[in-house]
């Protein structure tokens, strides 16, 4: 993959990368530094891709990693207060957006990927490094548990 070619689908990933970036981290900042982080290591390393047509879920796996660093570093601090869950339509319900938040992050990023990202199971085990049956039955957990914490919302 050449430089032009690597720019040019890394910024077509750009909105993506930063909803799932702001989904595990919730900070602007610390977003934007996982992103960075992501797309300067898959350019130095983009020679590795074998296959050009994974390349988003690829550069998505180096993002999470990247997110989950940046969470090892806040040992001891307090998780940061710029909370936001943005959708590909725009902010969800806020009892909804609330539910999510709550939700665990094992439960909480395949949920992200699959239903406000489009990811299919294939994709999302690859990119969480997850056998794809564990994926199918974590996005069960967490619809299940997004039901739950629903229900007295909707009124059952």
């Known amino acids: ?19 799932v970036a702001i989904a595990l ?4 900042a610390d977003a934007a530094d996982a992103i960075q982080e992501a797309v300067f290591k898959g350019w130095m390393h ?3 891709l ?23 570093k806040w ?11 943005v959708s590909a ?9 609330d539910a999510i938040r709550r939700l665990p992050e094992r439960l909480r990023l395949p949920l992200l ?13 690859s990119i969480l490094k997850i056998p794809e049956t564990t994926a199918k039955s974590t996005l069960y957990q ?4 997004l039901r739950q914490a629903l229900s007295p919302e909707v009124g059952r």
């Open 46 to 48: 983009r020679e590795a």
């Open 75 to 85: 040992k001891g601090r307090p998780e940061p207060l710029n909370e936001q869950i």
């Open 1 to 19: 993959m050449d430089d032009i070619q690597y720019t040019e689908r890394a910024l077509g990933c750009e909105r993506r990368l930063y909803r």
């Open 89 to 97: 339509q725009g902010a969800p319900d806020p009892a909804l957006q």
């Open 113 to 125: 990927l699959h239903h406000l990202e489009g990811y299919s199971l294939r994709e999302i085990s």
């Open 25 to 28: 981290l919730r900070s602007d």
């Open 50 to 72: 074998r296959d050009g047509e994974r390349f988003e879920a690829w550069l998505m796996r180096i993002l999470v990693n990247e997110c989950r660093n940046i969470q090892r």
């Open 142 to 145: 967490a619809r299940s548990a």
